[in-house]
């Protein structure tokens, strides 16, 4: 791969070596993955993986088409309620129901795409957020998602019909597989004609306009694509946790997606994924610590956004850079 | 090609400000930088009071650069800049306009959030003898009646005029100018060029910064040719004809 | 007695004006939150917690210094507002010229970090505050029975906004605050002391939201979450007035907290949804907000 | 020989909006249960592990999921937050370990999320709107108005309630269910002025509440003859009420420190530790740790269906709990308290804030298991 | 040619601002394969037509007509479609983008390769090497991998000239290109778009008359939003109206 990153991937091409190394370091990546359950808890690791493509999704947005969504729980935990209920109501197999949710958040992401499309900035940081809170209260409200109890015990069910993933395993490398998938889709999309023009919108909407370009239909593009990746996040969580849950919808779990991103380098397309290892690594290792979690994200936030902007990914990568000739 | 032969009146001044002892401003090895990059590499020169000094040289050479770093809007900075006996680098940035410097920036900076009239009565006059508004409105009619509307909503050309304007106000008796005359039409040009001609008969001192020889002629006593962060060259106006082909050589003509 | 869609024409005169005072309230936090995002170009995601502090400086200088609520509302904005000063200058100053996504993400972490903290300290149980014996009562103003500390809150909050309002839209500091978010550089080569200013309307702002916490402490409970759940509707109210536009966050905040009281009312399940789809169809409509500067 | 430890985990709100509901309180009253009962079970040491779930359904179940499948964890208790100790349950179930909840109130607990590995042990919804209702019925006060939280929990309370006044020939005049989100409850407290209730009973728990009471107490409920009544309260909501807001309002408990000296006894001792005397939910934390250990000697081993069996067979006599037993739905039944807030000027001390009203004995106050969902009764 | 059809033409365009009427009636015809410029003192409107022409702004009244289609409700991106392309008077880059991409943004939008995301960006390979030779027209060629933001104001200039050419439109608009370029640029950009004009139609605003009148076969002069004068450089130099109003008493 050329680089994971937009801006970079803008320049020439680049060097064979520099490929190689970027090929070397996404195979090691996909090694430890792989042997991953060996060493680490494969529950854990299935929601670093939901998290990171989660994430990964986000960044599609906010780092490569400049938008601040403030609402991308609504599309990752609608789409768990959905493929919860479709997997445990209407009894609907394991492909079906990821799919129903998927396609729920694509839809809703093309909603709120098409109402807040046209704002800028904050306000469309302000409408997603307030879209988003009405997703919240209609979960709050409807009988569908047990309010606050939420929807439990979830069949996983078998994939194809064949491997049953009740077997920790077969459902790690189930979310593996999608995860990848889904990261597969990201990378092609930013590293695309699309991708490009993508970047030149965050750089100067009217400019493109002046080109010929309707940057509406592009960002809106963008933003349903990275909406129904979030789905599908947010259904592979539900299937492998059995539950679906209020958190997932709430706008702090909005929030935590842009840490995740931020943290490990927006723009990047490792970055989300090292920013969701981490925080969900923090909030696990914290949740037996007796330290008081909330304060320690929130120190987090603030010694990330002082310190490194550009996010741990984002800052070895400039590291690396500055060290070449 | 018009020439403005000095009058007897600025050529009195111009003796006189010879005379005195120190420069109003004295730069010496000036260097300043945008985050890593390096921009101006020693810049030397000095403006003797109420005079209208230019400075000139390819795009990109620094000239911008030389004024923002005497206001203090550059990050990091180095060298020497006296003005009056006190170092304006070591003078905090919001400090500087209170010793009666006036800045009109190279893209106008014109408020777009604030209407017309609030742009032009926007920075405080730090000493008396700033013009009035009428005065202003006098100078540059396209302004008046405009009141209302709001600032970056003027043709660049009005901007322009704005962003001279609202420094008269201020009373300030130095003034750097970026690029005063681009995008405005010839005739306000030699309106402008009147203006600044009786600024500078009633005392204010001037840098000027122009890529428009024939206007910078028609009122700088000398020139300081930059070229890549450096002071090359410096040429007295009298002196401007003579060496025209030097000239044109530093600015690739 | 006549009735509007089944409620009596006194109680509706009642809900009225509490949504009125509720809406008081919303204008006082979002006043400064408007200033805040209009002048330094930051969303300030830790106005709830500053909001929160207040109600815990007024229960802190109660309890352990047994001052009375009088002093207690003059001081508790103080403190908020000299916290919001540090926290200004540590760490917002830098954060200026980046992208606002920066300093959102920011204060959404000094709000987490602000609420961590106190539920460590004190607990997430919330804190009694009693209303002060000399607004005890009420008045019975016939259609309803007004507690007088809800007469004392509409008073205080928009006398405060009124001020503030005036503060700003009258003199030239408004005009200085507005161009300083465009070009700091600039305006600071005018002679303007731009960081100063930053800082003491950060401060201020700030400290508006703490004397809406100490105001609300007897009406609500001192909690550290609190903060949090206002925050989100207080947005909502900046963004339907318009960013960065003063009266207009006041005649918003005015004008929701009665038609919130409203659906409370006639349709109660609702009540939270309601700001949020006003604020939608506001901003079809009118993307810049009802009373932005901008067509 | 087998000497490895036996872990018990207690997995917990601590930092967030119901720590104070659990947190500090259940993992000090797990630890005080364990070392009273001398750290030792079955000759293996105990161990007391802790987790703060975040109410994070997805970190409460991969936690429970490693304690139960790596850690040895073989029981889990307190469970604070409905959501979490449903899909808990279900975990235990799944990998046939035990779960005891005492933080979280859903009936549905025993109903139809019960399961053969989880009980559910100090209150629960239906016994705490249940006592509350029959005891002002039998005040007399048979025309309720309802200010109702609007989620399940909130649900789940007024239509337990309800049902009781309605089957006592009482009256609903009115309900209101109102956001979560809401602080701000002046305008319900118009609509309760306005009816023709004697009871106003606030079906929510936590801040919106306390709030709810604060409005109440503002628009002088009380003065105007409305009795308000909690049907969810915990003694940390009065103390942060005050008693000057909080007086008068009846309400229905498993648990009062200051009920017996047994009470007092324990409430001491916990006191010492926690800087508060212990609620509900810290006296079922302990209580159930004992118990649970209890029938691991008693039953000689771990396992957990031999030790569910042992639990539900042997009777709970203790501080907590008088005859108390453990049904096969997984409810622990045993008696109610009916309290009021006591005045300030009844009150003694910070903590001296309820009197109590009546005792409803325990097969009264939880819900018979003829009305049971629950797969496991087999009616 | 100059009597060659109007390939755009507008008729009766007016323009106001609450109140304020930035262009008033102009009638206005360019002439296929012509370049036109467009002069008149600060403020007479010469932006705001340029705005109308290419809808980034909507006339009060009046009709525009492109090749005789009216084109007066078309949205601006179908306008720049259509092959009618502007340049902006303040300069408009991508600021994080290098030269050399920024060109390349507008080749990639020029050949339509914009909407496939499933495609490999090697496909935009293909772009480089014209991108590379526009940038060298315009004199960037040393500068191609500097950042948009990090070039001087007046190559910043040259940048937008060589973006807005690469869609290689059949009508340019170009609003002050000259403005704050140096003398040695100046002449550059002249003969730049003296050859890029060949084959093309090019309106242009400039207040530069040196460069006015080496390059423009017809002109219009506007003043307060009218029409007050239109010919060649001669012609209206020779008008008193436009000596008065716009050039001043030093040109000749
Ligand atoms: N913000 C910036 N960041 C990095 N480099 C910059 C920045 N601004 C200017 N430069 C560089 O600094 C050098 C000097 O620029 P400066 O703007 O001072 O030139 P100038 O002489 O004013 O040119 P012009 O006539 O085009 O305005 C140029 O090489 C330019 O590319
Ligand atoms: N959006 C707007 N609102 C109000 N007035 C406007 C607006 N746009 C332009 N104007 C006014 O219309 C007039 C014409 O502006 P325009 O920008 O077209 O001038 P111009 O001929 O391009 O001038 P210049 O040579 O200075 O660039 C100016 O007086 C300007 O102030
Ligand atoms: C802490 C509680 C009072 C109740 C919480 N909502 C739950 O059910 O479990
Ligand atoms: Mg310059
Ligand atoms: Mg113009």
């Not at chain 4, 046939?96 to 933080?103: E, H, M, P, T």
């Not at chain 5, 060949?198 to 939003?225: A, F, Q, Y």
Request: aromatic content about 8%.
């Amino acid at each position: 791969m050329n680089s994971t990153t937009m801006v970079s991937s803008l320049e020439p091409p680049r060097t064979r070596r520099h490929r190689t190394t970027g090929g070397l370091l996404l195979a090691l990546v996909a090694l430890l993955m792989i042997c991953a359950p060996l060493a680490i808890y494969p529950l854990f690791l299935i929601k670093i993986l939901c998290f990171a493509l989660f994430a990964a999704a986000f960044n599609l947005v906010l780092g490569y088409a400049g938008l601040l969504s403030f609402g991308h729980a609504a599309f990752f935990g609608g789409a768990a309620y959905i493929t919860a209920h479709a997997a445990k109501v209407w009894q609907l197999p394991f492909e079906l129901a990821v799919l129903a949710g998927t396609a729920f958040a694509a839809l809703l992401g093309l909603a709120f795409g098409t109402l807040a499309i046209r704002r800028h900035g904050i306000y469309f940081a302000m409408i997603t957020l307030a879209l988003a809170q009405m997703i919240y209260f209609m979960a709050v409200q409807m009988p569908f998602t047990g309010g606050e109890d939420g929807i439990q015990a979830v069949p996983r069910g078998y994939l194809l019909g064949i491997i049953d993933l009740r077997d920790i395993t077969a459902m790690y490398y189930t979310v593996l597989g999608g995860t990848i998938l889904g990261l597969v889709i990201i990378w092609r999309t930013v590293n695309s004609p699309f991708g490009h023009i993508l970047s030149a919108i965050r750089e100067n909407e009217t400019r493109v306009t002046s080109l010929g370009l309707k940057p509406e239909r592009y960002k809106l593009i963008a933003f349903t694509l990275s909406a129904a990746l979030s789905g599908f996040a947010g259904a592979l969580k539900a299937i492998a946790f059995q539950l679906a849950s209020l958190v997932d919808v709430t706008w702090h779990m909005s929030g935590e997606v842009i840490l995740m991103t931020l943290l490990g380098g927006m723009g990047t397309l490792i970055g989300p994924i090292v920013g969701a290892s981490i925080v969900v690594g923090l909030e696990h290792f914290l949740s037996t610590s007796g330290l008081p979690i909330t304060f320690i994200i929130g120190l987090f936030f603030v010694v990330c956004v002082m310190m490194f902007r550009r996010g741990v990914f984002g800052e070895l990568k400039a590291l690396l850079e500055r060290s070449k000739p | 090609m018009p020439t403005f032969p000095p009058t007897a009146k600025s050529a009195r001044r111009i003796w006189e400000a010879a005379m005195a002892e120190a420069p109003l401003l004295d730069v010496k090895g000036l260097e300043a930088w945008y985050g890593e990059s390096h921009v101006l590499h020693g810049i030397d020169f000095d403006v003797r009071k109420g005079e209208v000094v230019t400075l000139i040289g390819r795009n990109g050479a620094g000239k911008t650069t030389t004024l923002r770093s005497l206001i203090g809007v550059v990050g990091k900075r180095r060298g020497a800049c006296i003005y009056k006996g006190a170092d304006l680098l070591k003078v905090a940035p919001h400090k500087v306009a209170r010793l009666g410097i006036g800045y009109v920036p190279e893209e106008r900076g014109i408020f777009s959030s604030l209407t017309v009239l609030e742009n032009l009565l926007f920075p405080p006059a730090w000493q008396a003898g700033g013009m009035a508004v009428d005065e202003i409105y006098g100078l540059f009619p396209n302004l008046k009646g405009r009141d209302s509307t709001s600032g970056t909503r003027l043709s660049g050309g009005e901007q322009q005029m704005l962003a001279i304007g609202r420094i008269l106000r201020t009373g300030a008796d130095f003034i750097l100018l970026d690029e005063p005359t681009e995008g405005i039409a010839p005739v306000i040009i030699e309106e402008i060029g009147a203006a600044l001609r009786i600024l500078k008969d009633r005392g204010m001192t001037i840098i000027l910064v122009e890529q428009n020889l024939r206007f910078a002629a028609s009122i700088a006593d000398r020139h300081y040719v930059l070229d890549q962060g450096k002071v090359v060259d410096e040429i007295s106006n009298n002196a401007l004809d003579a060496n025209m082909d030097r000239l044109n050589r530093y600015l690739g003509v | 007695m006549t009735d509007i869609f089944g409620v009596p024409i006194a109680v509706l005169l009642g809900q009225l004006l509490l949504g009125l005072i509720n809406g008081s309230f919303y204008a006082l936090l979002s006043l400064g939150l408007a200033i805040i995002f209009g002048m330094l170009n930051v969303i300030n995601f830790a106005h709830g917690a500053f909001y929160m502090l207040g109600g815990f400086a007024a229960w802190l200088l109660l309890s352990a210094l047994g001052l009375g609520y009088w002093e207690t509302l003059i001081a508790a904005p103080l403190m908020v507002g000299a916290l919001g000063a540090v926290v200004e200058r540590l760490f917002l100053k830098r954060l200026y010229r980046v992208d606002h996504l920066y300093s959102l993400l920011l204060t959404f972490g000094i709000a987490l970090m602000l609420e961590g903290l106190l539920r460590h300290v004190y607990g997430a149980a919330g804190k009694p505050y009693p209303i002060p014996p000399s607004l005890t009562g009420g008045i019975n103003l016939g259609f309803m029975f007004l507690p007088m500390y809800r007469a004392w809150v509409i008073v205080a909050s928009l006398a405060v906004c009124i001020a503030t309002w005036l503060a700003i839209e009258r003199t030239k500091l408004g005009a200085y605050l507005r161009a300083a978010t465009e070009n700091p550089g600039l305006v600071q080569a005018f002679g303007i002391n731009v960081p100063f200013m930053l800082t003491a309307t950060y401060a201020f702002c700030v400290g508006l939201a703490g004397f809406a916490g100490a105001l609300a402490a007897p009406l609500y409970q001192v909690s550290p979450g609190m903060g949090s759940s206002v925050i989100i509707v207080v947005f909502a109210v900046v963004v339907i007035g318009g960013m960065g536009s003063i009266g207009g966050a006041i005649v918003t905040a005015l004008a929701l907290g009665i038609i919130e009281g409203l659906t409370k009312t006639f349709y109660p399940a609702a009540s939270s949804i309601a700001v949020f789809v006003v604020m939608v169809l506001v901003i079809l409509i009118r993307p810049s907000g009802l009373f932005s500067r901008e067509a | 020989q087998d000497a490895a430890p036996v872990r018990i985990g207690v997995l917990t709100d601590v930092s967030g909006q119901f720590s104070h509901e659990a947190g500090e309180g259940s993992i000090t009253a797990v630890k005080m249960a364990v070392e009273d009962f001398g750290g030792k079970v079955l000759d293996r040491p105990l161990e007391v592990v802790v987790a703060d779930h975040q109410n994070k359904p997805e970190v409460a179940v991969s936690t429970a999921r490693e304690w139960y499948e790596s850690q040895g964890v073989t029981m889990i208790n307190n469970l604070i937050n409905s959501g979490i100790a449903l899909a808990v349950t279900q975990v235990a179930k799944d990998e046939d370990r035990i779960a005891i909840v005492n933080g979280s109130g859903s009936s549905r607990l025993t109903n139809d999320g019960c399961t053969p590995n989880s009980i559910h042990y100090s209150y629960d919804t239906y016994a705490l709107a249940n006592g509350t209702a029959n005891q002002l019925i039998l005040q007399g006060m048979k025309n309720w108005f309802f200010l109702t939280a609007d989620y399940a929990f909130g649900h789940a309370l007024e239509a337990d309630a309800t049902q009781i006044v309605k089957d006592n020939d009482g009256e609903v005049s009115g309900s209101v269910r109102y956001p979560i989100e809401t602080s701000d409850h002046s305008a319900f407290m118009l609509q309760a002025q306005a009816s023709p209730a004697q009871v106003v009973a606030m079906a929510g728990s936590g801040t919106t509440f306390i709030n709810a009471v604060k409005s109440a107490a503002e628009f002088g409920l009380a003065a105007s003859g409305k009795t308000v009544a909690g049907l969810l309260v915990w003694d940390t909501d009065v103390h942060s009420l005050g008693l000057e807001t909080a007086q008068g309002m009846i309400l229905t408990n498993a648990f009062y420190w200051d009920r017996d000296d047994a009470t007092r006894a324990f409430s001491k001792r916990f006191e010492e530790r926690v800087g508060r005397p212990p609620h509900m939910g810290d006296a079922g934390d302990y209580s159930s740790t004992m118990h649970y250990l209890k029938a691991v000697e008693a039953a000689g081993t771990t396992d957990a269906q031999k030790v569910m069996a042992k639990m539900r067979e042997t009777p709970i006599n203790d501080f907590f709990a008088k005859n108390g037993k453990i049904r096969e739905d997984g409810r622990m039944v045993h008696d109610m308290y009916v309290y009021q807030v006591k005045t300030p000027a009844e009150s003694t001390g910070e903590w001296d804030i309820l009197k109590l009203v009546t005792t409803i004995s325990g097969d009264d106050a939880f819900r018979p298991l003829s009305e049971s969902q629950c797969p496991l009764v087999k009616n | 040619m100059p009597d060659s059809a109007p390939i755009i033409e507008a008729r009766a365009l007016t323009r106001s601002f609450s109140g304020f009427i930035a262009v008033k009636n102009v009638d206005l015809k360019i002439r296929a394969g012509t370049i036109h410029a467009l002069i008149g003192p600060n403020g007479a409107g010469k932006s705001t037509l340029f705005n109308l022409l290419t809808k980034f702004l909507s006339p009060s009244s009046g009709q525009i007509l492109f090749k005789d289609r009216d084109i007066t409700q078309m949205a601006p991106a179908d306008i720049a479609r259509l092959g009618l392309v502007r340049s902006f008077q303040i300069s408009s880059v991508f600021p994080h983008l290098s030269a050399h991409e920024n060109v390349r943004v507008a080749l990639q939008a020029h050949a339509k390769e914009t909407f496939a995301f499933w495609k490999s960006n090697a496909t935009l390979r293909r772009f480089n090497e014209e991108a590379a030779r526009l940038l060298d027209s315009v004199g960037l060629a040393d500068r191609a991998q500097t950042k948009a933001a990090e070039l001087s104001y007046g190559r910043k200039r040259a940048l937008e000239l060589a973006t807005t050419l690469a869609l290689d439109p059949e009508v340019l608009l170009l609003d002050e290109p000259m403005a704050g370029m140096g003398t040695e640029d100046i002449g550059r950009t002249a003969a730049l778009i003296r050859s890029v004009g060949k084959g093309r139609t090019v309106l242009m605003v400039e207040h530069n008359l040196g460069v006015v009148s080496d390059l423009s076969d017809r002109i219009t002069v506007l003043r307060r939003g009218e029409v007050i004068a239109e010919g060649s450089y001669a012609d209206v130099s020779a008008d008193s109206e436009v000596r008065k109003a716009y050039m001043g008493g030093s040109h000749g």
